[in-house]
Each structure stands twice: as C-alpha cells, then as structure tokens.
C-alpha cells in the first residue's frame, strides 16, 4: 500500500530565509503521481504541483522549487526566500496510476514565516 | 475558474444526529471525493465516486454513508454523528483518465457534541 510521510509537523523561519519541507513517500507501483497542495488558513487546498514518476526533472516556478529523486522516494518542496504569505499547511501527495485519481496524503507540514 | 462548494462552513451537532454535508461541483467532473483532515493524520479518503449512483470505500468508511444523484453533486451522510467525527471535512473533485489534480472545496468543520 501506498504511504507518504512528511517528518516535519512544524517549521518557523523568519522572512527571506530559505525553507526545505521532505516528503518521503512509498509505493509498490512503478507510474505514479506527486503532488503539493498548500492549505492557506482559509481552508482550501490549492494545487501546487503534479510530477510523473517518469519524470525526474526539477522543476522551478518563481520562488517555489521542486527535487524529486526516485533513488530516496523523495518529493521535497522549497521555497526561496520565504514571504509572510508563504504561511500554511503544506502537503505532499501520491497518487498510482489506476487508483481512480484517489491522492494518500502525508500529514501535513505547518509554515510559519514571521516578519 | 473551477469552483467546488461545500454548503456549511461550520456546523454543530448533537451525538445521534443524523449528519448531511453537501458538494457541488461546477466543471462537470467525473471523479468526487470525500476527505477527512484531521491534526498529523492529513486527509484521509472516506469515500469516493468516479461516476453518477457509484461509489466505493476509501480508508475510512466506517460510521460514513455517501450519495450521489446527479454528477454534479456528492453528500457525505453521518448515520449517528459521534464525537469522534468531530473534524474538518474536505470535498474534491477531478476528471478521470489520466491521474490529474483534484480541486478542492473550503472545508467544512463540524463539531459534534
């Protein structure tokens, strides 16, 4: 069974700092789905990212970078110089192929940037 | 813009109850879905349905009852609300096919007491 594992509950980091958030995840089948939503205190789950296991490009938009490496099932997140609405919940998700789009989230990582 | 609505932002109910959250989806998805987020769990699949009238368990059907009539709407029915339902529920939807993303609606947090 698919698992996905964010080992950081909480981060705090001070304006313009860097900031890395891990996802580990696990899965037996060799196509699947990464994603990253994040969850701004309004509650919805925005969409951030989605990555094929085929593909293991980084990928950058503006202040947000992606590091999948299939060697460590890894999907990390950062972000560039961080900015007070950078804070939210962050999740990483998984997703086989065949699974009906159904996503196993990770629990969560909680970002806080201070001014 | 795609939008998802979940009808209740905030409910209260009494343990026993019987317990409707309502979705509706606007961009004629296929796929619907029923989440549960609870703190260091993330969301949890409870339910799901890829088409009008089916559905299928998620991970944590149990105490939980779904329907689905029209494709463009899925309610999430507590037979007897519990105090440990207590939570916020997450309503999404996406089209089939290819995996793509799922959109998701504001939540609602429901309080049973």
């Known amino acids: 069974a698919q698992k996905v594992t964010q080992a950081q509950t909480e981060i705090s980091v001070v304006e313009k700092e860097d900031v890395t958030l891990d996802c580990v995840y696990e899965?037996?089948?060799?196509?699947?789905?990464l994603f990253w939503y994040k969850q701004p205190p309004s509650g919805e789950l925005v969409f951030l990212i989605r990555?094929?296991?085929?593909?293991?490009q980084n990928e950058i938009s503006g202040r947000y970078s992606w590091n999948f490496q299939k060697s460590t099932s890894s999907f990390n997140f950062t972000i560039t110089a961080s900015q007070v609405v950078d804070s939210a919940v962050y999740f990483c998700?998984?997703?086989?192929?065949?699974?009906?789009?159904?996503?196993?989230f990770g629990g969560g990582t909680r970002l806080m940037v201070k001014p | 813009d795609v939008k998802v609505t979940q009808s209740s932002r905030y409910l209260v109910k009494r343990t026993g109850e019987k317990v409707f959250l309502e979705c509706v989806q606007d961009m004629d998805h296929e796929n619907m879905f029923w989440y549960r987020q609870d703190p260091g769990l993330g969301l949890r699949l409870i339910y799901f349905s890829y088409d009008v009238k089916m559905k299928e368990k998620g991970d944590i059907p149990e105490g939980y009852s779904v329907s689905r009539e029209k494709k463009e709407r899925f309610s999430l029915i507590l037979e007897s609300a519990s105090t440990n339902q207590t939570s916020m529920y997450l309503c999404?939807?996406?089209?089939?096919?290819?995996?793509?993303?799922?959109?998701f609606g504001q939540g609602t947090r429901l309080t049973v007491v």
């Open positions: 999404a939807s996406s089209f089939t096919g290819s995996v793509t993303e799922a959109f």
């Open positions: 998700a998984l997703s086989e192929l065949g699974a009906g789009n159904m996503l196993t």
């Open positions: 990555r094929n296991s085929f593909d293991e």
């Open positions: 899965t037996r089948d060799t196509t699947y789905y």
